[in-house]
């Protein structure tokens, strides 16, 4: 299975919705060639700000396969799994599978808390019913509740042919390490998850991240990562902390909604949020983001 194309700076892309919360066909497209064209190595279509959980699947469906005939194959197309249900997963899969990913993404299932074993066979389901496709797992403890251990991940990599690799968002960087660590000697490809850890995460040795940055200031998460595979470790570092002021920023309102409002800011059209959620209309924090933004070079 060839895997060499799993790296660089994945991009969860946001998903434009228009006002009846359908997708804006239109606007998908033009943020596919944005990310591509700001340099960026991959998309990862319904990842956590692409608002997977917002879609009924037929709608995830339809994106998917606007995104992948917009890419024509100038970088992977990955697709995001977030179901809680192992069999609706496994739906997921077979139907993304069937479009031509070049990867699956699967976050651990929210609100239960199942254990090892249960975790284990999950993730081996899913994968095995999609053999031909690599299969990514995604930890993100801070949306289920609980983090994945090393010890699992070490056992999937291990045991299961087409799970090649994650994404860490737990900001445990010793477990993003532990994670690259223990699968040295596979074909495994670990990711940051978090955008402020980008740079130490490609310090640990992981082979890039998956970045919401990269929706709405691509040059700037973008150059943390060309110089560190360029061997400019300082540069990279501090095009790390040139970025990381924003990406804090984004904390000032509640998720998903900053993706958006920056993007928006930007001149980006990437319409409004999947309801519960509202555009920020606070001027106190829109001004901030503009400051920080502005600060950062991007307005």
Known sequence: MRTDYIKGVIVPIITPVDEEEKIDEAALRDQVDYIIDGGMHGVLAFGSNGEFYQLEEDEMERGLSIMIDQAAGRVPVYFGIGAINTKKCVRL??????????????????????????????????????????????????????????????????????????????????????????????????????????????????????????????????????????????????????????????????????SKDMALMRGRNTGIPYRPSLPTTDEKILAEMRKVMTEAGLL
């Not at 670990?190 to 130490?200: E, M, N, P």
């Open 93 to 258: 899969a077979k139907m993304a599978a069937s479009h031509g990913v070049d990867g699956i993404s699967v976050l651990q299932p929210m609100f239960l808390k199942p254990n090892q074993e249960e975790l284990f066979t999950h993730f081996k389901t899913i994968a095995e019913a999609v053999p031909d496709v690599p299969v990514l797992i995604y930890n993100n403890p801070g949306r289920v509740g609980y983090t994945l251990t090393a010890d699992l991940i070490d056992r999937l990599a291990h045991e299961v042919e087409n799970i090649v690799g994650m994404k860490d968002t737990s900001g445990d960087i010793t477990l993003t390490e532990e994670c690259v660590r223990r699968t040295l000697d596979t074909d495994f490809h670990v990711f940051g998850g978090k955008d402020t850890l980008l740079y130490a995460s490609l310090c640990v040795g992981a082979v890039g991240g998956v970045c919401t940055a990269g929706n709405f200031m691509p040059e700037l998460v973008g150059d943390i990562y060309e110089k560190f595979v360029a061997g400019d470790i300082i540069g990279s570092r501090n095009a790390q902390f040139k970025m990381n002021p924003v990406r804090l920023a984004m904390d000032l309102v509640p998720f998903p909604t900053a």
